[in-house]
C-alpha cells in the first residue's frame, strides 16, 4: 500500500500531540488519530510501527523539543542566569505541552539508543550550563538530578492541581531555583 498523498511522520506527530495535550496520553489511539486525520488506521502503518512506535516516536519528538526549548533559553547566559532560565524554559515546556511531556517520561527504553541520545542532548546541555559552577563528573551528575528532579516534581505538582494556594507559582519556582543553586555553592565548597 503507497503512503497517502500528504500523510507524513510530522503531520501524524503534530497530531497525535494535539491530542495528547488536549485529552491526555491516554486518548492517543491510532482509531482516533485515523478519524483526526481523515485516513484510515492501515494508512499510519506507512509511517509508524502501531502504537507503541508512534510513542516512541513522539516521545523522541518531545525530548528533541524540550531540548530546543532549554538551549535557546541558556544561550548567551551564564551561572544563575541560565539555570532560572533553563528553568523557566522547562516550565513553560509543561505547561504549554502537558500531554507531549508526559511521553517523554513515560518511555524511558535503556535499550533504545535513539530516546537515549535524545535524552543525553538535554543532561549534556545542563551540564554545561552547570560546569559555570565548577562541578566535576559525579558532582556536575548530581547537580543534573536534582535540577531535573525540582523541575519535574514542580511541573507535576502544578500539572496535577497540587499548588491550591493563591500564590504566584512563577515566583515559588524562582525561590526554589534561588535554593537549588545556594545548594550548589555549598557542594562547591564541600568538595
Do not use: W
Not at 523522541?60 to 551561572?79: C, F, P, V
Not at 566535576?136 to 516534581?153: P, T, W
Not at 505538582?157 to 493563591?166: A, N, R
Request: charged letters at 20%; a negative charge.
Amino acid at each position: 500500500m503507497s503512503p497517502r498523498i500528504g500523510l507524513n511522520l510530522q503531520t501524524i506527530l503534530q497530531t497525535a500531540t494535539q491530542i495528547a495535550n488536549e485529552e491526555g496520553v491516554e486518548a492517543i489511539t491510532l482509531a482516533t488519530l485515523a478519524k483526526k486525520l481523515s485516513v484510515r488506521p492501515p494508512s499510519l502503518y506507512n509511517h509508524i510501527d502501531g502504537l507503541s512506535g508512534l510513542r516512541r516516536k513522539l516521545a523522541i519528538h518531545g525530548l528533541e523539543e524540550l531540548y530546543s526549548k532549554l538551549t535557546q533559553a541558556a544561550i548567551g547566559r551564564s551561572k544563575d542566569v541560565a539555570v532560572h532560565a533553563i528553568a523557566d524554559a522547562y516550565v513553560a515546556f509543561v505547561r504549554a505541552q502537558p500531554g507531549l511531556y508526559e511521553i517523554t517520561i513515560s518511555i524511558s527504553d535503556p535499550e533504545d539508543i535513539e530516546i537515549q541520545l535524545a535524552g543525553q542532548k538535554i543532561v549534556d546541555l545542563t551540564i554545561q550550563v552547570l560546569n559555570g559552577y565548577g562541578l566535576e563528573k559525579d558532582a556536575a551528575l548530581h547537580a543534573v538530578r536534582g535540577l531535573r528532579s525540582i523541575l519535574h516534581g514542580f511541573s507535576s505538582l502544578e500539572q496535577k492541581g497540587g499548588f491550591g494556594l493563591p500564590l504566584d507559582l512563577d515566583i515559588s519556582l524562582h525561590l526554589l531555583i534561588d535554593s537549588f543553586l545556594a545548594g550548589i555553592d555549598k557542594m562547591k565548597k564541600d568538595s
